[in-house]
């Protein structure tokens, strides 16, 4: 009785451990830190990162334009997964003739190596905590 009981607790934890990966740490904890108003470095530079290379399309402050969604609505219902393999792998629609193409960025290392860091620009703006412009650091 006593060994049944050890062998369910061990087969529990091996069930945490491997389910734990599964969850990603941006649903728990936010991908992003503000202290007065103030960003942090990683997400100082997704707003950077986000002015170059997204802006143009999706519009200023995550806001959106008449071509592309509003991301800071986007990130509100997508998972940092799906917001990870659209932005890696690309996407298209058409609708009624209006064709809408959202390029891969997979190759673009200028986008890639930081995807954390404008994930986190963009979830900060979909949660309400960040301001539109152009944030200060913290420690400026
Ligand atoms: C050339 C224009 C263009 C650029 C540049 C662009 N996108 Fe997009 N993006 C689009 C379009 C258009 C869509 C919608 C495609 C559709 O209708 O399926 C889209 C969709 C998305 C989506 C899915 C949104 C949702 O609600 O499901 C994400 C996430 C996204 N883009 C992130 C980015 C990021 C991050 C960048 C910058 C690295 C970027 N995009 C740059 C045009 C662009």
Redesign the pocket.
Known sequence: MYGKVITCAAALAVLICVGAPMVSADERTPPYTIENGKVDKGTYNGYR??AS??H???GPDGLGSS???A?A??LK??SYE??VS??AGG???NIGGVL????A?ANNPD?MDYIDD?YGY?KARADGVLPPGRPTRIGE
């Open positions: 990162r986000y290379t997204c143009v399309c999706h071509f592309a969604p991301l609505d986007s219902l997508i799906d917001f659209t932005v996407r298209q629609s809408r193409v959202m390029p960025w986008v404008i963009l």
